[in-house]
């Protein structure tokens, strides 16, 4: 079935640095999602991308829908201790019963 | 507006013991999901309801069974729960499961351990 690849795995980074993370699919998406998850907490929508090219940003956070459809980033500048948590994205082809989530990017920030 | 709301929080069962998990959305969408999360996966449906009514299996249906008893409730039961059934399990609910545009809204988790 459909993967994501979503790297790196887990980042540790200083307090005030920039975070960048990615996925890639071998099939292409309509939809990519970028999802924060605190610990012990559900996942929380970041950003929606839907058309191929689209650059999005949400305050610190900036995505990207990659213009093959098969890829996407996401930017954190100027990263802060509450930026600690999972990062996931997500593709969707057809609707919500066909999202298919990478694994995480696991974010760590020090103080 | 609590949004998506999942009962338990937390659950130890022994193997072959059954439960059921709850979720509520206040937000009158149609769809609704269930999915579980395990370390170093991503999120994995289970089953969903894309409208009152109907329910559908997803990528790992095998061993749960679901109930939308109503536009706001849908249900997720473990009949004989396994080891392997051990998970963090999240609700989420959509507008509309068919859109091409639609954003799912997750519930805090409920985390089951079968010894």
């Known amino acids: 079935g459909q993967q994501l690849n979503q790297s790196p795995q887990s980042m540790f980074i200083q307090e005030g640095e920039d975070v960048s993370m990615n996925c890639t699919s071998s099939s292409i998406f309509n939809t990519w999602l970028w999802y924060k998850q605190d610990p012990g907490e559900g996942p929380v929508l970041l950003i929606a991308?839907?058309?191929?090219?689209e650059l999005t940003s949400n305050g610190r956070l900036t995505a990207q829908f990659g213009i093959t459809r098969k890829d996407s980033f996401l930017n954190i500048s100027a990263s802060i201790p509450s930026d600690v948590g999972i990062y996931f994205c997500a593709g969707q082809l057809t609707g919500g019963f066909k999202t298919i989530f990478g694994a995480g990017t696991r974010l760590f920030v020090k103080a | 507006n609590a949004g998506v709301t999942q009962t338990p929080k937390f659950q130890v069962l022994k193997t072959g013991q059954s439960m059921t998990l709850q979720c509520a959305q206040d937000?009158?969408?149609?769809?609704m999901y269930w999915y579980r999360q395990d370390p170093g996966m991503g999120l994995r449906l289970i089953y969903y309801?894309?409208?009152?009514?109907?329910?559908d299996k997803g990528e790992v249906p095998n061993g749960y069974n679901v109930s939308r008893l109503n536009k706001r409730e849908f249900s997720l039961r473990l009949e004989s729960a396994a080891p392997s059934q051990t998970s963090v399990y999240f609700c989420a609910s959509s507008e509309a499961t068919h859109s091409t545009q639609e954003t799912q809204y997750f519930g805090p988790g409920t985390r089951l351990l079968v010894l």
């Open positions: 991308l839907y058309k191929a090219g």
């Open positions: 309801s894309a409208s009152e009514g109907t329910t």
């Open positions: 937000m009158n969408h149609n769809s």
